[in-house]
């Protein structure tokens, strides 16, 4: 493959397609021609002894490229890490052999370890289109995994990527599955365990179909992509950290799936289960705490779904060697006051702080299971972890290791501030008897949460609050006006957000 005829100078295009490497040619270029690719072609792309496998979109004019060259996206050329003007050889990868297996799981076919340790390690390779992706995730969707079979694909989601290894013991975490909006106890968890002197070190995800996830959250207050020397220089000094799991090489397949899930709107049971245990056993975790919010528009909608997840992550929590505890918590409506990144850390530092109007339903999530961890961990006794976690809390300890940690991740600052708000109001008079979780969430979306840090929604309303016409029910905040108006069009169509009884007369 020396010859000019499989070979053409990169060039990158400053085009952000996230995780996926795509590759830009000419539709008259003379490797198009020579290979026979079409658009949506894997190329596999040399520069000197560094390899990649992109999929190939078709310019049909040639504003943005000359025939000789190729376009590489930001994916593609991080990965690739070439110069500009260097000539690439192009050409057909080798067959995806793993993707027999895919279709073999389609069809129902239970699949032993070596396949999926197979179509993990192709995956992480970047041998997968985005097509083939889809067809995996959905594979593996709708109970279709047993829990064999999720052992496996955690194993091989751990063992395709790096490991970290700590000198003391416990090591312990949280985690949340997700689904109910604001439910950011994870940073008031690690203040409070890490004040007492236990390791924990968290990595935490982008949203998926949320308007935030942790890490989201967190880099409104501090940088969250730290390599792996950076993670083990703040657990050092602080005993925890809270990163993003992406940034590091910690089951890497997690964070590639996890991008399509957020692109189908689907996160299946037995793929939650392998994301979230392959990332505990991968940062090094020993003991590990699962909240499980259990409501009708939750993540986990009924008690019989709590029940499969529950036996999944803990019994293959047990195969892998992790002491995993799972708590169900009440998922009917959200927790705190903030929806979206910047809001919810107003909430989190509120409550750390001590502020006069802190969210109870934050704080009291988060003792909860900062207590259960403390318990589990043997720092202390049964029944003696809601005492001291409060003890923590209350002295203003937890606050300042959360500043500490932040300072030690690279600097603290203040959430910033949306620029546009607009605060709905209540038309009747009623008690407020149910929330809808994915409502919610879809009008912070709309407001430009997690993607605008400052935007998402505040919630003025719980459960059970007794209303008066006029009364603020959400205050929606985004960075655009546009963005503003998607949200509140979407508000004035869907009247069931909050379903209110009315007051007799």
Same mark, same amino acid.
């Given at each position: ?20 490497? =795509? ?59 070439? !110069?500009?003007? !260097? ?30 340790? !197979? ?7 970047? #041998? ?132 399509? !899930? ?31 919010? =259990? ?28 002491? =995993? ?30 502020? #006069? ?74 008690? =407020? ?28 309303? #719980? ?43």
């Amino acid at each position: 493959m020396n010859d000019n005829t499989h070979t053409l100078r990169i060039k990158r295009m400053g085009i952000d397609t996230y995780q996926e490497a =795509v590759v830009y040619m000419l539709s008259g270029c003379h490797v198009c021609s020579s290979e026979g690719f079409r658009a949506q072609s894997r190329v596999r792309i040399r520069v000197n002894k560094k390899s990649i496998i992109a999929t190939l979109n078709i310019l049909n004019n040639s504003s943005f490229l000359s025939p000789d060259e190729a376009g590489l996206s930001e994916s593609a050329w991080n990965l690739l890490e070439a !110069e500009e003007g !260097e000539i690439a050889q192009l050409s057909h990868p080798d067959p995806v052999d793993s993707m027999n297996y895919v279709r073999s799981k389609v069809y129902g076919e239970r699949l032993p370890r070596s396949e999926f340790y !197979e179509i993990i390690d192709d995956i992480v390779k970047g #041998k997968y289109t985005d097509i083939h992706l889809s067809s995996f995730i959905t594979a593996c969707a709708n109970d279709s995994l047993n829990i064999e079979e999720i052992e496996f694909l955690t194993e091989a989601m751990i063992d395709a990527g790096d490991k970290l290894q700590w000198h003391t013991s416990p090591v312990v975490d949280k985690h949340c599955v997700g689904g109910l909006p604001g439910n950011r106890t994870t940073p008031i968890v690690v203040s409070i365990v890490t004040s007492c002197g236990l390791t924990m070190p968290k990595t935490s995800s982008r949203s998926i179909t949320s308007p935030a996830g942790t890490a989201d959250m967190m880099e409104t207050i501090t940088p969250v992509e730290l390599g792996l020397n950076d993670i083990r220089r703040v657990v050092e000094k602080e005993c925890g950290c809270i990163v993003w799991g992406g940034s590091v090489n910690l089951s890497p397949a997690d964070d590639i799936l996890i991008r399509v !899930e957020r692109a189908l709107d689907l996160d299946s049971e037995g793929q939650l289960i392998a994301s979230v245990l392959s990332k505990k056993k991968a940062a090094g975790s020993t003991h590990v705490i699962l909240d499980i919010p =259990v409501g009708p528009t939750a993540k986990v909608s009924s008690e019989s779904m709590a029940h499969k997840i529950i036996y999944g992550l803990e019994e293959v929590g047990r195969r892998l060697g992790l002491h =995993v505890k799972t708590v169900v918590t009440d998922g009917t409506q959200p927790v705190g006051r903030g929806i979206g990144p910047a809001l919810e850390a107003r909430d989190v530092l509120s409550v750390l702080s001590g502020e #006069k109007d802190y969210p109870r339903d934050l704080r009291e999530r988060s003792v909860e299971l900062a207590a259960k961890l403390l318990e589990m961990s043997g720092y202390v006794k049964d029944g003696e972890g809601r005492g001291k976690a409060l003890e923590i809390i209350d002295s203003g300890k937890a606050y300042n290791k959360l500043i500490a940690i932040c300072e030690a991740q690279g600097g603290f600052r203040e959430p910033g501030n949306s620029v546009y708000q607009h605060t709905i109001e209540s038309d009747t008079k009623g008690t =407020v008897i149910s929330i809808d979780n994915h409502m919610l969430a879809k009008v912070a979306k709309l407001a430009g949460a997690p993607s605008n840090k400052t935007a998402g929604i505040v919630l003025h309303v #719980k459960k059970g609050d007794q209303l008066e016409k006029g009364q603020p029910m959400i205050t929606i905040h985004s960075e655009a006006s546009g963005t503003l108006e998607y949200a509140l069009e979407y508000v004035k169509k869907h009247k069931g957000i909050f379903k209110l009884q009315l007051d007799e007369w």
